[in-house]
């Protein structure tokens, strides 16, 4: 990732959906399981800004045909949207780490918690990094030499020797939910790859770009060997961003374009059920990289979507690719919350108005935060940010699990809008009102979340099919509402 200023835009959200129209509180807050709800009532979860309500249900809404408010949310299931494959966050060599130090039965426990169904909050979307990230705790690819070797052969290559517990944690988490899905990204490409010679800096060298494709898809067969087939690459993580202290690697636009035409993509194209390919994997602010890319309809054929960060730039860029190149998907692969940001209040804000509503209303089919899990120190890495926050934090003495901000903002989504789940229409942005909707495809039950960006309560009617539910928000607070809508005639 690419931390330069403390001004970031933050991270976190709180929605609530379903399963099943099933729930209860998450982790810290953790009342006893509700039964499904009948078809005339809502459920709600709600966080509030001053952390007194995390996750909380509320109390049942009658949903029938009552009077409306004058703040209206139109809820329209007939009109649907992009697939979801689901939430979570990057599961770095920093979160293979102190996830490991647990002992057993804590891990598992967490590993639930996370990974798992209700009370777990079923996270199903993570990404990794192919060799070391700035979370790391030493710099590495899958095939390095000595200066000045070289090993176009791949003689070298092993998954393992760095990647084991990384590798052993993310089977344990398929195990816990087989629905799990990986995207996977190179922070560079070997050192004797590139024109530095080095894994930090530099640029892939044109020779290399044969050798580089085989790298990615001989990672992509060990992985799969090892019980973790990957759902979709990516050729750079933040191929415009060049740091000095971790590995990075320059890839402009023109350059990925060749390598997907002329090597990824052939390659890729020849196999059964192979990973997609995403673009740039990158800042919202410069969408003009990804069209580039695309504009260019040999490399486009080959490629499945767009990866987006949230560091610089507005949301808004993922809808002008979108609208570009509507048979491209987009995916949110990457944001974090840190000391930047260390007001819980705007850190929920911020997280819920870009992220879980901003980015699936530009089409997001998968948010995906950076960090699972950290350490006290926010740790440990070597390079890049100093002061980046996990979803967990696992103290390194007394191994003590704190679920942070980041960990309501996904559990309000990834808990109950389940993955198959399609986006559906609803009206938003009255008033400081803003949400965002989702219909189930097991059970068609609708999930709407709803953040109140404003400063003072709202009251306001929620009306699908000609029914409706009336609700106050705090200033601040965010709330998911879950119901069984009754049947309906889709259109697209």
């Not at 004797?192 to 044109?206: A, F, T």
């Not at 840190?338 to 705007?346: D, K, Q, V």
């Amino acid at each position: 990732m690419s931390l330069s200023t403390p001004a970031f835009l933050a991270c976190v959200f709180l929605a609530g959906a379903l399963a099943g129209c099933r729930g209860g509180t998450a982790a810290l807050q953790r009342p006893a399981t509700h039964a499904p709800a009948a078809a005339s009532a809502v459920q709600v979860w709600v966080t509030t800004a001053d952390r007194r309500r995390l996750l909380a249900r509320d109390a049942d809404l009658a949903l029938d045909e009552q009077p409306l408010r004058p703040l209206l949310i139109e809820v329209d299931a007939n009109t649907r949207y992009q697939e979801m494959v689901g939430f979570g966050a990057a599961i770095t060599d920093a979160s293979a780490t102190v996830i490991g130090r647990l002992k057993p039965a804590q891990r598992q426990a967490l590993l639930r918690d996370l990974f798992g169904p209700p009370p777990g909050i079923g996270l199903a979307f993570v990404r990794v990094a192919i060799g070391a990230s700035d979370f790391s705790s030493f710099h590495y690819s899958l095939d390095d030499l000595p200066a000045g070797e070289a090993d176009p052969e791949l003689v070298h290559f092993a998954l393992d020797a760095n990647h084991g517990q990384l590798t052993s944690l993310l089977r344990a988490a398929r195990r816990i939910n087989p629905q799990l899905r990986v995207v996977a990204s190179p922070w560079s490409a070997p050192g004797w790859m590139k024109d530095s010679g080095n894994l930090v800096s530099g640029r892939l060298r044109p020779d290399a770009y044969g050798v580089f494709a085989d790298y990615l898809l001989r990672y992509a067969d060990a992985s799969a060997r090892a019980g973790v087939p990957i759902y979709a690459l990516t050729v750079q993580n933040e191929p415009g961003f060049e740091p000095k202290d971790y590995p990075g690697m320059l890839f402009d636009a023109p350059s990925r374009a060749r390598f997907i035409t002329d090597f990824l993509g052939p390659r890729l194209a020849q196999r059964r059920q192979a990973p997609l390919i995403l673009d740039w994997d990158h800042n919202w602010d410069h969408p003009e990289a990804p069209l580039a890319v695309l504009a260019d309809t040999a490399a486009a054929r080959y490629i499945a979507g767009v990866a987006w960060h949230c560091y610089y730039g507005e949301v808004q860029a993922q809808q002008q690719v979108h609208d570009a190149h509507p048979d491209k998907d987009a995916y949110l692969t990457e944001c974090s919350g840190g000391g930047w940001s260390p007001h819980w209040s705007e850190a929920l804000r911020q997280f819920v108005g870009h992220l879980m509503i901003g980015s699936t209303r530009a089409w997001s089919r998968g948010v995906i935060l950076w960090n699972l899990a950290l350490d006290e120190q926010h740790g440990p890495h070597a390079g890049g940010c100093k002061n980046c926050r996990g979803v967990v934090t696992i103290d390194s003495t007394s191994s003590h699990v704190t679920h942070n901000v980041e960990y309501y903002s996904l559990a309000h989504l990834s808990r109950f809008v389940r993955p198959g789940a399609r986006r559906i229409d609803s009206s938003t942005g009255v008033e400081e009102l803003q949400s965002v909707a989702f219909r189930n495809a097991d059970d068609g039950s609708l999930v709407l979340l709803v953040q109140n960006g404003g400063s003072e309560e709202r009251a306001f009617s929620v009306r699908n099919a000609g029914r409706s539910f009336r609700y106050q928000l705090p200033p601040g607070a965010v709330a998911t509402f879950c119901w069984q809508p009754p049947a309906t005639v889709t259109r697209h």
